[in-house]
């Protein structure tokens, strides 16, 4: 909504209009106000189509492009000055032995080529002497080295007793040091203007195949769009995750931001389009492997995690809001465990199973492939028709049971009649239990921009169907049951015996409906929210956790969502009518944290607190009053009383520690990064890689692609040979308006159906004459991994390239179908391969290379 | 927001979204038009003896709001219709095609409402109807079986990891916040792991 | 006047995502007869084509396709060259124009088609004969016989919403505003506002289709590029109208639409004129079971 304000807006790796088309409402918006909307994509879409300008790219080139962005701004020194001497880490001093990939032909400084891994050693601030440390109370009485966040040897003992504030206090690190004038060569500034010296606008194109011109209007439009009085915004979605340099390419676009001081104002930021209705509540309440709730670390066998006050210390950082950590985890546990959570037995978190590696969706899958995995349960997930996804359905004949809860009868729920495997040869027991639709539920879900809306339950489901809530639940409280009654050599019984599970529903809740034993989604939401041990009264704002145990929280950054006003309990989630204020709507639904919609938004105000102009006015510091406000009544992500001029506090925790004009307040200094020192695996800064399949080298390093890129070398996986001449197409994969994700909620719907009734690639007619095919003919796309059979949609929409001089074509594919339902196709992920982000582990789905030929793939 | 019968003209007016031009609902209520002219009409039929109730498009993240209004009949509340929610700041009423379509994910003839198994080896479901607590006693079973077939209490270098590797719980990301929760929390419990959804994909 | 209500159509901000489509079959419950309030599987099958006419797979409006989204790819000045210089790709939802002077209504012999306190044009299926003389005197190809009805069908301003002081179904889902529905004078004028605020922005091919309000341009891309375009009245107005931003011909809506009857386009036309903007072999082999369809139907609606 916040896009309404902005002066440009740039889509790039995102096609909004059809991927979010109400969503793409306040863009347009400010479109009919007068800013400038810029698409940056392989394909002219429908986004183009709204668009004052489109800029073809190559796909999996946006760090070059994003990079001579940087170049352009700091080469001609259009970066916003004021801002980023405050806001960032521009005048941090980096290590002086860190080496750049200029320097090192693609690698930064630490790369070890046995392990394919960095070591950061090199990367990280200089900074003061660090305080003295008392000596840490351990059983041993010894004192430990080593800084908070980075593995030492483990402390014996248990949290019973300990001052985690004065623990924390005691592991504070020395001060990063800064150069203001910008002028030292270790600064972040200079080896920022070192590294990117060679992205200019002509090598832009060579490597983009962007035409020059093209990307210098880009530039100077987001440059005068910049500033005190104007703000310039980017959009992105999963245009920019699905590669193998995702995070960083999105870090990139930091940069940029960072640079032109659009963080934390109104009409700025990099907005995260996101593609599920609670994608970012699955991601908050997580339903990863390696998030617990509210983002805490789950506990690892490779980190010092070994017993709880272990765990604490390594993860509790002392010099950002990360400080509050023992409070967030003691209460998470105690929502879990319950009464018999106390601080005797370490609130019961080693009976917790830690990780042992990268326990991600592909690597699974690989492990599934070689029967190490024995069930699956799918809730509202479609395998059979993801990544690679012959190698998928394979695996999964290699199940001993398989439990999929959806709508319809989807791919996943019969892959066996589609595997390899004759199905008389696949032993996999399988069960489908149909699922309730939104509106036979109660529940919240947490959109885009992070604003929980708690929806309520309209109909009764039909049949069998019941809502996944209730599938956990009664698992749960089955599985409770069984162990209780024991279980000859179960090991670890602790955990399943105290996991709490109490969200029996209340009579009057079910009253109207045919369900009398649905739980209750109002008490885990309570739950999650956070509530006082004793008296149950929801907990207004995460400040109340506490690390004693008097309080349960499941998720931190939730709390607050459910609040205790004048004695009575209040829903911020609902949906009320009334409620409408404007592009901040405060009181519609909840955003967390803390009911702060837009992040740091210290940064709209100047170092001293006052608004960089008024057009852009935001949160600012009252001077008479003493404290920040924010007119809109957004929530002031920033220390309410905490004044502009307050000088940084060496010996201050958490957030204490940074001064006044320090809006990042989980970063450790405070600062935006525009060098991270810490927190990614593949470099502290972005830096342009080839795809893992490209057919060209890249232009800039000997190293062509991410070195660390995760990769899967299994049967079935087979990568296209790089810059090899057997798979010359570049193609991307997405998404169409029509459609969502493998189908499952559309394809089955017959106003949908017939809107995008069958697969299609779309090619331009240079390629389609090229290989005598015409409109609407049958092509197949080939890679080492199969073949995938789609209709020819031949359009000037898609044009070829000149990248370093030759022509590379690029076709777009939307991998919406499958083979079952009213509209059917052939799987679009037959042909793509598991590869993935060395950070997050997310695979390389927009950019791979192909081979298209005429004809249909089966006779 | 409290469900509503919607009774009277002054509720249908709610449904009334943007995309009205300088209209204000008052001066549509000042026309005068006659209600009873509206018999034969499909408003009439559709909407009286409804209950509305605000929830969220089940799509993509932007979050609109929807409208939905339900009959009850003979104890069993089925959807009439779905609509925009005006009332939404995020959507001011407007629907994708998806999102104007999520009725007919509910109320659509190739919905499954039964459960359905296959046996190991089978080449087609099982002709036999499963009752959810047939299907849930049998899947509580090899949940616990593979757990703890698979479980392992220390790791080789003898650290307590207490993970069971053989299981896997996919799929989240259209789910409710809770749904996640008790999907992270109870797996958790059990010593699973492999927990992920389609953040990562 | 100020009763009548319609809808004024920005193609300039339609982004082509056919959720007035979408909203239209659910409200208007396509089609009835059918246990549940939709179209059939089979029904569906029978057009599930893919047609490879850019992104618009329905093809045309019909009995039970109230409204339809037009696409034309103007990628360049013209589509068989490799010039791709103002690009732009043009997106257009069509409906009933519910038309001052309607030909439906005036060759209706029983009275089924009716013009309704709105200004609208409404259909009382339980009079209608199913005699289709409205079918070719529509010039805009819109109004379409029903095989399962026996009747004639089409968009009739969701007359069951406006009764109950409710907008128009379509215009309500629309993510952009592209469609707005409220008083045809209040619309006139967003409509002036809109075409003059897009000139001033150097879109100088903005125009209003259905009224003359005075405004002239100039196509600033596609085919026509540098010819003249000006507003249109078209058969004493159109109560649903638009803005568009080339000729009218390039969305398959006639110039100078008039009464008599026989003078119309009909909805294959539509397809035609893309087909021959599109310039791509194959496409006319794909259209061609369609367009036998509804030469078939029209033969029909003519006799």
């Known amino acids: 909504m916040d896009l309404q304000n902005s002066d440009a807006i740039v889509f790039m790796g995102s096609n909004m209009a059809e991927c979010h088309p109400v969503g793409f409402k306040w863009p347009m918006k400010a479109k009919a106000k007068g800013a400038t909307l810029i698409h940056v994509d392989p394909r002219f879409t429908r986004t183009s189509a709204m668009c004052d300008q489109y800029v073809p790219i190559r796909s999996g080139t946006d760090i070059a492009f994003l990079g001579g962005l940087v170049n352009y701004i700091l080469t001609n020194k259009k970066h916003f000055e004021e801002y980023v001497l405050s806001f960032s880490n521009a005048a941090t001093l980096i290590n002086a032995g860190f080496k750049d990939t200029e320097e090192n032909d693609g690698f930064f400084s630490g790369y070890n080529a046995q392990t394919r891994a960095y070591d950061r050693a090199t990367w990280q601030y200089q900074t003061s002497k660090a305080p003295e440390r008392v000596p840490e109370p351990s059983s041993t009485g010894e004192t430990k080295e080593g800084g908070v966040g980075t593995p030492t040897q483990p402390v014996a003992g248990s949290v019973k007793g300990v001052n985690f504030a004065a623990l924390v206090a005691n592991r504070l690190p020395g001060v990063p040091l800064q150069d203001k004038t910008l002028n030292d060569p270790n600064t972040v500034f200079q080896i920022l203007k070192r590294h990117y010296a060679r992205y200019t606008p002509e090598m832009v194109e060579k490597i983009c195949g962007t035409p020059k011109e093209l990307f210098i209007k880009v530039a100077d439009t987001l440059i005068a769009n910049s500033g005190r009085d104007k703000t310039s915004a980017f959009v992105y979605a999963v245009g920019w995750t699905q590669h193998t340099t995702g995070v960083q390419l999105i870090r990139t676009a930091g940069l940029v931001q960072l640079l032109l001081g659009n963080i934390g104002r109104p009409g700025g930021g990099i907005m995260a389009l996101r593609g599920h209705a609670s994608i970012q509540g699955s991601t908050d309440i997580a339903s990863l492997y390696n998030i617990h709730p509210g983002y805490l670390n789950v506990p690892d066998a490779a980190k010092t995690h070994d017993t709880l006050l272990n765990y604490i210390l390594t993860e509790t950082q002392p010099t950002s809001f990360w400080s509050n950590t023992p409070a967030y985890v003691v209460s998470q546990l105690k929502a879990w465990f319950g009464d018999n959570a106390t601080a005797d037995n370490d609130y019961l978190y080693d009976t917790l199973p830690k990780i042992t590696g990268d326990h991600s969706h592909l690597p699974v899958m690989v492990e599934m492939s070689q029967g190490k995995i024995e069930g699956m349960i799918l809730t509202g997930q479609n395998p059979a028709t993801s990544l690679n996804a012959g190698f998928q359905r394979n695996a999964m004949a290699k199940l001993k049971w398989l439990v999929v809860l959806d709508f319809f009868e989807t791919e996943s729920s019969v892959f066996w009649k ?39 339950k309209a109909a009764d489901p039909p049949g069998d169907a019941r809502s996944d809530l209730f599938f956990w639940y009664d698992l749960g409280l089955r599985l409770k049951k069984l162990y209780a009654a024991g279980r000859p050599g179960a090991k670890n019984l602790d955990g399943i015996k105290n996991m709490t599970l109490d969200y029996a529903p209340d009579p009057a809740d079910v009253a109207d409906w045919i369900h009398k034993d649905e739980p209750s989604a109002l008490k885990i939401f309570k739950e999650i929210n956070g509530y006082d041990y004793k008296t149950k009264n929801p907990l207004n704002s995460f400040a109340n956790l506490a690390s004693d145990g008097s309080t349960a929280c499941g998720a931190w950054i939730y709390t607050g969502m459910l609040q205790l006003v004048n004695g009575q309990v209040v829903n911020r989630g609902e949906m009320l009518p009334g409620k409408n204020d404007g592009w901040v709507s405060p009181n519609w639904g909840w955003a967390w944290p803390a009911n702060r919609h837009q992040l740091y938004n210290r940064a709209s105000a100047d170092p001293a607190g006052d608004p960089w102009s008024a057009k852009k006015k935001y949160t600012y510091w009252d001077a008479a009053a003493k404290t920040w406000k924010n007119d809109a009544g957004d929530g002031i992500d920033f220390t309410l009383t905490k004044a502009p001029a307050t000088p940084a506090n060496a010996t201050g925790v958490g957030v204490a520690f940074h001064d006044g004009a320090s809006p990042f307040l989980l970063k450790k200094d405070g600062k935006g990064w525009l060098f991270a020192y810490e927190g990614l695996s593949d470099g502290p800064i972005p830096t342009h890689y080839e795809p893992w399949e490209s057919p060209v080298k890249n232009l800039l390093y000997k190293q062509d692609r991410n070195p660390i890129t995760k990769i899967y070398d299994v049967p079935g996986n087979k990568y296209n040979e790089f810059a090899g001449t057997q798979f010359p197409t570049v193609i991307t994969t997405y998404r169409l308006t029509e459609h969502h994700l493998s189908g499952t909620m559309t394809r089955w719907l017959p106003w949908l159906a017939e809107l995008m009734p069958e697969l299609f690639v779309e090619i331009s007619p240079e390629l389609a004459k090229e290989k005598d095919i015409a409109n609407g003919e049958y092509l197949r796309v080939i890679t080492e991994r199969g073949t995938t059979e789609a209709r020819a949609l031949v359009t000037k929409r898609l044009r070829p390239l000149t990248v370093n001089g030759a022509i590379v074509h690029q076709v777009g594919m939307p991998w919406h179908w499958g083979y079952q339902g009213i509209a059917t196709g052939d799987v679009a992920n037959n042909v793509t391969s598991f590869v993935a982000d060395p950070n997050v582990s997310i695979h390389e789905g927009k950019a791979f290379t192909c081979r298209i030929e005429k004809g249909r793939a089966r006779a | 927001m409290a469900m509503d019968t919607v009774t009277s003209r002054r509720q249908f007016l709610k449904l009334t979204g943007i995309g009205t031009a300088g209209i204000a609902a008052a001066e549509l209520g000042g026309l005068g038009f006659d209600l009873a002219f509206a018999g034969q009409r499909a408003a009439r039929r559709k909407l009286e003896g409804t209950k509305q109730t605000a929830s969220i498009c089940p799509y993509c993240a932007v979050g609109c709001g929807t409208l939905i209004n339900a009959k009850t009949e003979n104890g069993r509340t089925t959807i009439v219709n779905i609509e925009g929610n005006p009332d939404s700041p995020i959507s001011t009423g407007s629907l994708c095609p998806k999102g104007a379509a999520t009725f007919q994910l509910a109320v659509n003839p190739l919905r499954k409402d039964k459960i359905l198994h296959r046996k190991a080896g089978a080449t087609d479901w099982d002709t036999e109807p499963m009752t959810r607590d047939q299907a849930m006693t049998r899947i509580t079973q090899l949940y616990a079986d593979s757990r703890d077939a698979t479980f392992v209490e220390k790791d080789a270098n003898g650290k307590l990891i207490n993970q069971s590797t053989g299981i896997f719980a996919l799929g989240g990301a259209t789910n409710d916040n809770e749904e996640n929760y008790l999907i992270a929390k109870v797996n958790r419990m059990m010593g699973v ?9 | 006047m100020s009763d009548l209500r319609g809808m004024f159509v920005d193609t300039s901000i339609c982004t082509g995502c056919k959720a007035c489509q979408v909203a239209c079959k659910q409200w208007n419950e396509m089609a009835p007869g059918v246990p549940l309030p939709m179209e059939d599987e089979a029904a569906v099958r029978e057009h599930r084509a893919f047609t490879g006419n850019s992104y618009d797979n329905t093809g045309h409006l019909s009995a039970t396709n109230w409204r339809h989204v037009k696409f034309i790819e103007q990628i360049g000045p013209d589509q068989t060259t490799a010039d791709r210089s103002d690009p732009r790709w043009l997106m257009m939802s069509d409906s009933c124009k519910h038309c001052v002077q309607a030909g439906c209504l005036e060759v209706c012999p029983t009275g089924a088609l009716y013009r309704t306190q709105f200004g609208s044009v409404d259909i009382h299926q339980d009079v209608c004969i199913g005699c289709r003389y409205c079918v070719g005197a529509c010039p805009f190809g819109v109004i379409a016989f029903n095989q399962r009805t026996g009747r004639v069908n089409k968009c009739i301003l969701c007359q069951d919403r406006l009764e109950v002081g409710m907008g128009t179904a379509c215009a309500k889902a629309c993510p952009t505003s592209s469609l707005t529905f409220g008083t045809v004078s209040d619309l006139q004028a967003m409509a002036n506002d809109r075409v003059k605020a897009l000139h001033a922005r150097g879109q100088t091919d903005a125009y209003i289709y259905g009224w003359d309000l005075g405004n002239t341009g100039t196509i600033t891309a596609g085919p026509n590029k540098g010819s003249a375009v000006k ?16 000729k009218p011909e390039v ?18 036309g539509v397809a035609l004129i893309t087909a021959a903007v599109l310039g791509v072999t194959g496409l006319a082999a794909f259209r061609r079971n369609r367009m036998d369809e509804n030469a078939a139907a029209t033969v029909e609606g003519g006799a």
């Open chain 3, 231 to 246: 507003d249109v009245e078209v058969v004493g107005g159109l109560n649903v109208f638009y803005l568009l931003l080339d």
């Open chain 1, 418 to 456: 589609h595997a390899d495997a004759d199905p008389t040869d696949i032993k996999t027991e399988v069960f489908f239990l149909p699922a309730a639709h939104i509106a036979e539920k109660d529940g919240s879900m947490t959109q885009t921009q992070r604003t929980i809306q708690f929806h309520k």
């Open chain 3, 251 to 268: 969305y398959g809506l006639p110039a100078h639409a008039a009464l008599p009857q026989r003078n119309f386009v009909p909805s294959a």
């Open chain 2, 193 to 201: 792991v492999r927990i992920e959804n389609q953040a990562r994909i």
